[in-house]
């Protein structure tokens, strides 16, 4: 059972531009979590999806940023006009089916640089 | 508002030491507590998960305690090595679901 995959592992954007995280849950795992890690900073919730619903997405910045889970293929976080300051590594987390009580199993993470 | 702090931000100790890393919490009302391991530039790997109803969890040399009533957990590792140097998060999981981290603690396990 493979686990959480997220690609690319390393992305560098210029100002401006778009990027598009994608993040495969594992196997079974119907819930998806973003998380941010500023440099020097804690992990931050962004949004919480399951299969075409947004769940939670109080931590995701009102402007640029969106999330989707489709019904198949990977959830995606794009980010629009990317500035510097999105610069950071973005995880995804999956969990089974019942999400209240059960562990959250992260990916490798996305690192973000903007130049 | 939830949040987590995890003291000391680092510590460093020799090898073999028993150590032991503070988490607290603000709000008691949590479903979980989990706590992580992250090398630098890696991903996170789950340690243990303690339960709201439970008051500790053990994984080999790795022993968690939660009390919710102080809003306290305690993870600590026995006979420390040099392959235990990582930063270790704590993250507690509220009734919406996600995660709320500490900002970690940073150790340094010395030969």
């Known amino acids: 059972n493979a686990g959480v995959m997220q690609n690319p592992r390393h992305l560098v954007r210029r100002r401006g531009q778009e990027a598009r995280l994608r993040c495969s849950p594992m196997k079974g795992h119907s819930h998806v979590y973003w998380y941010r890690q500023l440099p020097e900073e804690g992990l931050k919730f962004m949004v919480y999806?399951?299969?075409?619903?947004?769940?939670?997405e109080s931590g995701m910045p009102k402007e640029r940023f969106s999330a989707e889970f489709p019904k198949e293929g990977p959830s995606i976080l794009r980010i629009q006009q990317v500035v510097r300051g999105d610069s950071a590594a973005y995880f995804c987390?999956?969990?089974?089916?019942?999400?209240?009580?059960?562990?959250?199993?992260f990916g490798p993470g996305t690192r973000l640089t903007v130049l | 508002k939830q949040e987590v702090t995890q003291i000391p931000a680092a510590l460093s100790v020799p090898e073999g030491e028993n150590l032991v890393l503070n988490c607290s919490f603000t709000d008691s009302a949590i479903y979980n507590l989990q706590w992580f391991r992250q090398d630098p530039g890696k991903g996170l790997t789950s340690l243990l998960l303690?339960?709201?109803?439970?008051r500790e969890q053990t994984s080999g040399r790795l022993n968690a305690s939660l009390d919710k009533s102080s809003g306290r957990s305690t993870l600590y590792i026995a006979a420390s090595q040099p392959g235990d140097s990582a930063t270790y998060l704590c993250?507690?999981?509220?009734?919406?679901?996600?995660?709320?981290f500490g900002k970690g603690t940073k150790l340094s396990v010395k030969p």
């Open positions: 303690i339960q709201s109803s439970q």
């Open positions: 993250a507690v999981r509220g009734s919406q679901g996600n995660l709320i």
């Open positions: 999806l399951q299969k075409e619903n947004i769940i939670d």
């Open positions: 987390a999956s969990s089974p089916l019942k999400s209240s009580d059960n562990e959250q199993f």
